[in-house]
């Protein structure tokens, strides 16, 4: 059994978004996208307290309504483009008191197709073999090591070393799914050789869906109802 009392959870959700205007908060099948982060944060029970780091005072509204404390809004500084999430989580962090908890997930707001297994899993796992962190991972569906080169109006392998390899003979290569990391509070704070101890949680190919333009994100709800039907998530 994992002690909640050790686990947090921080969503970072800025306002800004400059594809789809308002991500983190527009409905998603009628709710507000972060809603299912933060409900599915709510329901695994395994955290003490699950946070929202944004800077608008909007998302703040609709984060407390779901559930989730906003102790503070974020700087502008730490909300432009390019503040990478690991640097936004760190402030959070050292401005609670983190030392009375041992692990933070940075959970996404774009995550509607999260399980409670999903989060439940990846926390054993990173506790049972003492790692520093773990990110969620989605396989390729087809592998980048055979793909193609453009110049001009010819095509040519990017890396002929594979050209002639069979598909499944070709190294397992996997990618950022984009819905969770989880770190060691102490030693992500005070370490700059997390990575050392990396690990993973692989998901489901059927559930990781980036969104990140309005196209997508019609697909995600599509997808999203297509799964709940069959009782996927």
């Not at 991500?23 to 955290?47: D, E, Q, T, V």
């Not at 503040?83 to 940075?106: A, M, P, R, W």
Request: charged fraction near 30%; aromatic fraction near 12%.
């Amino acid at each position: 059994m994992l002690k909640k009392n050790k686990n947090i959870c921080i969503i970072p959700a800025r306002a800004g978004s400059k594809r789809i205007p308002n991500k983190n908060i527009k409905k998603f099948l009628g709710k507000p996208l972060i809603s299912y982060s933060i409900k599915i944060a709510k329901k695994s029970k395994l955290f003490h307290k699950i946070f929202v780091s944004t800077d608008s005072k909007l998302i703040k509204k609709i984060s407390e309504m779901y559930g989730a404390e906003v102790p503070f809004l974020r700087e502008k500084k730490f909300s432009k483009d390019g503040i990478g999430t690991e640097f936004v989580t760190k402030n959070f962090l050292k401005k609670i008191n983190y030392k009375s908890y041992d692990y933070c997930v940075c959970l996404y707001p774009t995550s509607p197709f999260l399980k409670i297994s999903d989060l439940y899993l990846s926390l054993k796992k990173i506790k049972k073999n003492n790692f520093d962190k773990l990110t969620s991972v989605g396989k390729y569906n087809f592998s980048p090591l055979r793909a193609f080169k453009q110049i001009n109006n010819k095509i040519s392998f990017l890396n002929n070393k594979y050209k002639n390899i069979r598909s499944q003979k070709l190294p397992n290569i996997l990618h950022d799914a984009g819905n969770f990391y989880i770190y060691k509070i102490k030693n992500f704070l005070t370490s700059k050789k997390t990575q050392k101890k990396h690990t993973f949680f692989e998901l489901d190919s059927y559930r990781v869906l980036d969104i990140n333009t309005l196209e997508d994100f019609k697909m995600a709800e599509i997808q999203y109802e297509i799964l709940k039907k069959k009782k996927l998530i």
